[in-house]
């Protein structure tokens, strides 16, 4: 089963030692929308997830890599 989007960007967010609010102002959303990410409240858009992802100084892909991953083998 693949990891969801949010478990990888709570893992990223606490690996780098930031809470959901700094992580929110790196990426310049609100930390509401961080943690609807990370509780899988909500499904994030791409352009959302472009912000996260150059804040955590990672990629869309790699976010996305395991979801892809499961996609491509059904």
Same mark, same amino acid.
Request: net charge negative; proline share 3%.
């Given at each position: 089963?693949?990891?969801?989007?949010? %478990?990888?960007?709570?893992k990223l967010r606490e690996a780098a030692g930031w809470s959901q609010?700094?992580?929110? *102002?790196? +990426?310049?959303? /609100?930390?509401?929308?961080?943690?609807?990410?990370?509780? =899988?409240?909500?499904?994030?858009?791409? /352009? %959302?997830? *472009?912000?996260? +992802? =150059?804040?955590?100084? %990672? %990629?869309?892909?790699?976010?996305?890599? !395991?979801? !892809?991953?499961?996609?491509? =083998? /059904?």
């Amino acid at each position: 089963m693949s990891e969801p989007v949010g %478990t990888r960007v709570r893992k990223l967010r606490e690996a780098a030692g930031w809470s959901q609010i700094e992580l929110g *102002e790196r +990426a310049g959303v /609100s930390n509401q929308i961080i943690s609807r990410i990370e509780g =899988a409240r909500v499904e994030p858009k791409l /352009s %959302t997830l *472009e912000l996260i +992802a =150059a804040a955590l100084g %990672t %990629t869309v892909s790699e976010l996305l890599a !395991d979801r !892809d991953a499961e996609e491509v =083998a /059904s």
